[in-house]
């Protein structure tokens, strides 16, 4: 994973691919995070990056919704609302 800072205080979050893909926030509550290619207008693929209790939270700033997991599948982010849950906080592996 790829985070680049963009001009505006977000950062676009992509992979190390030749061709990369940028995460994708969906328009709803629990809606599944999508890769797409890197469009910089496009404000779902935008992102703010807050640090809390030692973890990140990814926010997109056009929704206000933030990484999950559903509990079911850990490895598949969807986008909620803010909380407390420890599921909102994400470390960095190396």
């Known amino acids: ?16 691919c030749a061709q990369p893909l940028t995460l ?13 290619p890197f469009n910089p207008a496009d404000a779902s693929q ?3 990056l ?3 209790n030692g973890t990140f939270r990814f926010i997109n700033p ?3 919704l933030v990484f999950t997991t559903t509990g079911i599948d850990k490895d ?3 986008l909620a609302q803010p909380s407390h849950a420890n599921a909102q906080g994400w470390i960095r592996l190396s």
């Open 62 to 64: 056009q929704t206000g």
């Open 50 to 52: 807050t640090r809390k």
């Open 76 to 78: 598949s982010p969807v």
């Open 24 to 36: 994708t926030a969906p328009t709803i509550a629990y809606g599944a995070v999508t890769a797409k």
């Open 1 to 16: 994973m790829e985070i680049e800072a963009n001009g505006d205080g977000t950062v676009k979050v992509s992979d190390r």
């Open 46 to 48: 935008k992102w703010t």
